[in-house]
């Protein structure tokens, strides 16, 4: 029988956790519903419990944390991930699990932007230009076409779950997985969903600022290990030019006098000039490893491929036995 795991990280969710077990056990009644209490205050674990979510603890504070505990604790063939603000239709789930069962994407992300709900029903314009932001700087620097990055409700493949590497420790964790696919080549499926805001009285635990600081902090960071000749190559460009800006004085005053006089200028452009060169030179250096760590990936993924056709074909095999002997 196929295996569904709903994902549910939820910090202080008491107001609305209740029901979104119930809306999830009812959209999808074969799956299993976890709940990850991050150090909660109130009673959510109590109340996902009494709402007969499998509940597990995560102490060390940070959605990132307890999505990567989630990831190494739970078997399953397919998982959707949601946050526990009720938030994000239940009934939308069957939508995002079909392109994952039908083998034609390995993440599907539940887009709550095209349609415009989000903009409509989110109050926080801070939220709305940070979301626009980090598309349009994902899109850029990964020539990808994807609409909303930053949704948290996602569907995953065994696959990816299996060959996702989580680092991030706590919001960021929602471009992270979207980088790792389009960085990674994984299928990817975007299905329109309605949004809703937050009931009165369900406060959102991510600050606009801070948070949206770290994203594209994480987004820099992702960038320079998954392209760092492009990284680097930017970075010494801009050097060449500060350097070139410096030293065409020195020079044309050489040029036309034989002299020059303006030592500290031609030391100065001098210094620029040699660390835009080891810049570049560090730029090819680690694009080697990079391509070279590329196809390492390419060779494990061929076999987590390959262990998940054998895993389906022995379950078909099974449940084909188990008919016949009814």
Do not use: W
Request: aromatic content about 10%; overall charge negative.
């Amino acid at each position: 029988m196929e295996k569904i795991a709903v994902l549910i990280p939820c910090f202080n969710e008491a107001l609305t956790i209740e029901k979104v077990v119930h809306d999830f056990t009812k959209a999808l009644p074969t799956a299993q519903i976890y709940v990850y209490d991050n150090n909660s205050t109130d009673n959510t674990a109590e109340l996902a419990a009494d709402a007969e979510a499998i509940v597990r603890v995560e102490p060390r504070q940070g959605k990132g944390f307890a999505v990567r505990q989630m990831f190494f604790d739970i078997d399953a063939d397919l998982y959707l991930m949601v946050d526990g603000d009720d938030t994000y239709p239940a009934e939308a789930a069957p939508k995002l699990l079909a392109p994952l069962r039908d083998g034609v994407a390995d993440m599907t992300i539940g887009d709550r932007l095209t349609n415009g709900t989000y903009t409509e029903e989110n109050k926080r314009p801070f939220h709305n230009l940070g979301n626009n932001l980090v598309k349009n700087s994902i899109n850029l620097l990964y020539h990808s076409g994807i609409q909303d990055v930053m949704t948290g409700y996602r569907g995953f493949s065994r696959v990816f779950v299996e060959s996702l590497p989580v680092t991030s420790d706590g919001f960021q964790i929602e471009t992270e997985f979207t980088i790792h696919a389009v960085d990674k080549r994984f299928r990817l499926v975007e299905i329109p969903i309605d949004y809703r805001d937050r009931p009165e009285g369900s406060n959102s635990k991510l600050n606009t600022f801070s948070d949206g600081l770290k994203v594209l902090a994480t987004i820099l960071r992702m960038f320079r290990d998954s392209k760092p000749m492009l990284f680097f190559g930017i970075l010494a460009a801009i050097l060449f030019v500060i350097g070139l800006a410096i030293g065409v004085p020195v020079i044309s005053e050489f040029v036309e006098t034989g002299y020059i006089t303006k030592m500290p200028s031609a030391v100065l452009a001098t210094g620029v000039m040699m660390f835009c060169l080891m810049i570049l030179i560090t730029g090819i250096i680690l694009d080697t490893f990079v391509r070279s760590e590329r196809k390492n990936f390419e060779l494990n993924l061929h076999r987590i491929y390959d262990e998940e056709r054998k895993r389906r074909a022995l379950s078909s095999q099974v449940r084909n036995q188990a008919n016949e002997g009814e």
